[in-house]
């Protein structure tokens, strides 16, 4: 069973950044790994993933405020956030993504809140 903790969640103000982790019990240097958040009432989206070769996709409405990186020697995903705003408030989940016989596995979600 794979396991993904994520952490680094809490209050920010509008303009303010946060770094997200993720640490996966798992190895992480195969797969795909990507970041979805859920707002109250809402679906969960796509924020952000990275591919084992480093390259990366974002969601529309965070493109060019988040990055997102990997360190596969610490089995470790981050989310780096900046100029964040109150609608990015949301709990944040992180995801390794399917790859031949294994299944997606997702962590249990660190909330974000933007407020002044």
């Known amino acids: 069973q794979v396991q993904l903790a994520e952490s680094g969640g809490g209050l920010v103000q509008p303009g303010g950044s946060l770094r997200l982790s993720c640490v996966v019990s798992?190895?992480?240097?195969?797969?795909?790994m990507a970041w979805y958040r859920q707002a109250p009432g809402k679906q969960r989206d796509f924020v952000a993933s990275?591919?084992?070769?480093?390259?990366?996709n974002y969601g529309g409405s965070v493109e060019g405020r988040f990055t997102i990186s990997r360190d596969n020697a610490k089995n470790t995903v981050y989310l780096k956030m900046n100029d964040l705003k109150p609608e990015d408030t949301a709990v944040y989940y992180c995801?390794?993504?399917?790859?031949?016989?294994?299944?997606?596995?997702w962590g249990q979600g660190t909330q974000v809140t933007v407020s002044s």
């Open positions: 798992g190895r992480i240097s195969f797969y795909t």
């Open positions: 990275i591919n084992r070769d480093s390259s990366t």
């Open positions: 995801k390794r993504s399917r790859f031949l016989s294994s299944p997606d596995y």
